[in-house]
């Protein structure tokens, strides 16, 4: 959060979106305000490398194949580490709000937009197009995370609309069964994709059928969550949701049930808390 303040969420310093590529990692901030991209090494020391005009703003942060998207239905995209930018040649979403991004590594890479109106899917992270079939009620909700990809399968985990899956690239999107509702955005551990309601973990192999276990504990609900690396099936970290300003709770898990809150002085408070990325940063006085 910028200068360490506590901001409404229609805000430039309201963060939106966050990734890692290429030795960095690249922020947007601003919602319904003139918005900004930075970038920094080690996740502490930022720059502003793109500061966005006339009450625009971008919708998330996406990075694949050396190029870095800032997406909206005007998106941009940056080859250089977002030194500069170029504005995207097409998007089919008319005047549909973008809600998530993300970059999957299918057939040479994808970028893929989730907006209220649909999903848009592009090659080259410039042109974007709308899929050859479904797509239109597997995307929608106000958090960012919600695509993710493991084994050749792209999966969807709205906080509204169905759990979806497209085994093509995303050229064509089926609904999954026995996901929901949902009230944390997906990841894939390395075996499974895993999703979140109150109480509940719902996991799946193929992203179309899924099974549900109750969290330990079974009281509290996740927000936002992130998994430091899938190889080792890497330790899952969330936030719980909610719009509590400065009273966030954090969690880790390595198996998505039994979860362990931090304690208070392992992290300071502050705004709401939107997605969470994993990178390698460089080191710094708080990770040597």
Same mark, same amino acid.
Do not use: K
């Given at each position: ?16 979106? @966050? ?13 319904? *305000?003139?918005?900004?991209v930075r970038r920094s090494r ?8 793109? =500061? /966005? ?18 997406? %909206?239905? +005007?998106?941009?995209?940056? %080859? ?17 709000? /973008?809600? %998530? ?10 970028? @893929? ?6 999903i848009v899917v592009s090659s %080259?992270?410039?042109?974007? =197009?709308?899929?050859? #079939? ?12 919600? @695509? @993710? ?17 497209? &085994?093509?690239?995303?050229?064509? +999107? #089926? ?12 990841? +894939? &551990? ?9 109480? =509940? ?6 992203? $179309?059928? +899924? ?18 690396? /899938?190889?080792?099936q890497g330790t899952i970290v ?9 009273? $966030?709770?954090?969690?880790?898990? =390595?198996?998505? /049930? ?18 969470? *990325? ?11």
């Open positions: 959060m910028p200068n360490g303040t506590t901001e409404c969420d229609h805000d430039p310093g309201a963060g939106r979106g @966050i990734t890692w590529g290429n030795g960095w990692f690249f922020a947007n901030f601003g919602w319904g *305000a003139p918005g900004s080690d996740g502490v020391s930022w720059e502003t490398v793109y =500061t /966005v005009y006339n009450n625009s703003y971008f919708a998330g942060m996406a990075f694949g194949n050396g190029r870095l998207v800032a997406a %909206d239905r +005007w998106g941009e995209y940056s %080859d250089d580490d977002g030194d500069n930018w170029s504005v995207f040649n097409n998007v089919e979403l008319g005047d549909s709000t /973008v809600r %998530d991004t993300a970059f999957v590594p299918y057939g040479g890479g994808r970028f @893929i937009m989730s907006a209220d109106a649909g %080259d992270g410039s042109t974007y =197009t709308s899929p050859q #079939s479904g797509g239109s009620g597997c995307s929608g909700g106000d958090y960012q995370g919600s @695509i @993710i990809y493991g084994n050749g399968t792209i999966v969807t985990t709205p906080s509204s609309g169905n759990v979806c899956y497209s &085994n093509d690239g995303g050229q064509n +999107w #089926s609904s999954g069964s026995g996901a929901g509702p949902l009230m944390a955005n997906g990841v +894939w &551990n390395g075996s499974e994709f895993m999703a979140w309601g109150v109480g =509940t973990l719902y996991r799946s192999t193929d992203g $179309q059928s +899924w099974t549900s276990t109750p969290t330990v504990p079974n009281d509290f609900d996740l927000g936002y969550l992130g998994v430091t690396g /899938v190889s080792d969330a936030v719980n949701g909610g719009w509590s300003y400065g009273g $966030q709770r954090f969690y880790r898990s =390595t198996d998505g /049930v039994s979860w362990e809150e931090l304690p208070g002085n392992a992290y300071s408070g502050g705004h709401p808390i939107h997605v969470i *990325a994993f990178g390698y940063g460089e080191p710094s006085a708080y990770c040597p």
